[in-house]
């Protein structure tokens, strides 16, 4: 079963979110911006485009998979999630803890990409 309208309208609303977190990386990069709001941007591409792929594996997981089962064709959608995993290993890894940086340090970034 390919992708459902409703999970679609999802998908499209999460992609330009990635999207828009993307532009700003590429303005933030012209406009030489200071490297580590930059990589806190990145961060917010590919947490955005993370979400989109869970997404998309619960689509797949409720529809396609669920279908496989009752059809006795397991073997085939069980190696391609082995696939996907193989080639993503960590895509649904808890995400690590962030180390807030106080306003005091972010207002002190004179000498370092200035």
């Known amino acids: 079963m390919p992708i459902t309208d409703e999970v679609k309208e999802k998908l499209k ?7 828009g977190h993307l532009n700003a990386v ?3 990069v012209d406009e030489k911006k200071y490297c580590i709001d930059v990589l806190h941007q990145l961060k917010a591409v590919q947490a955005a485009l993370d979400k989109t792929s ?11 998979v669920v279908e496989a089962v ?6 085939r959608v069980i190696e391609e999630l082995m696939q996907v995993f193989k080639q993503a290993p960590t895509l649904y890894m808890p995400e ?3 180390i807030e940086v ?3 340090e ?3 970034k004179a000498g370092c990409c200035h």
């Open 13 to 19: 609303a999460r992609l330009s979110k990635a999207i």
């Open 54 to 64: 869970e997404v998309i594996l619960r689509q797949h997981l409720e529809t396609c």
């Open 96 to 98: 690590e803890k962030t």
């Open 26 to 28: 590429y303005r933030m």
């Open 70 to 75: 009752q059809k006795q064709d397991s073997a």
């Open 106 to 108: 972010q207002n002190n």
């Open 102 to 104: 106080s306003q005091a």
